[in-house]
């Protein structure tokens, strides 16, 4: 199995209560219904205050790493990035566990 996990930070001078925000992260909490690669999907905003915290999170599984690819390329998996480019930077672990 292999975890992907994804951390998001807003850019600066953005609210997650804009509307182009509220569609993204809608867009990453419906990818667990959509994609079969995904063996497990989180997808929730950061409750932390604490000021080194990222704004969002993705935390998912798949069986291997062609699964993981498969699910990188899928069009609704990008789409949804492609929002997040607008507003977000983020970093991403993937391992085996």
């Not at 219904?33 to 205050?49: G, Y």
């Not at 999170?57 to 069009?75: F, H, K, M, T, W």
Request: hydrophobic content about 45%.
């Amino acid at each position: 199995m292999i975890r992907h996990l994804v951390l998001f930070k807003l850019n600066e001078g953005i609210s997650r209560d804009e509307p182009r925000v509220v569609a993204g992260a809608r867009a990453f909490m419906e990818l667990g219904d959509k994609i079969p690669e995904l063996e497990s999907w989180e997808a929730a905003w950061n409750t932390s205050d604490r000021p080194i915290a990222q704004d969002f999170a993705i935390n998912a599984s798949v069986a291997d790493s062609g699964a993981l690819a498969r699910y990188l390329e899928q069009p609704d998996h990008q789409a949804a990035v492609a929002q997040w480019r607008e507003f977000a930077t983020w970093v991403i672990a993937d391992y085996e566990f």
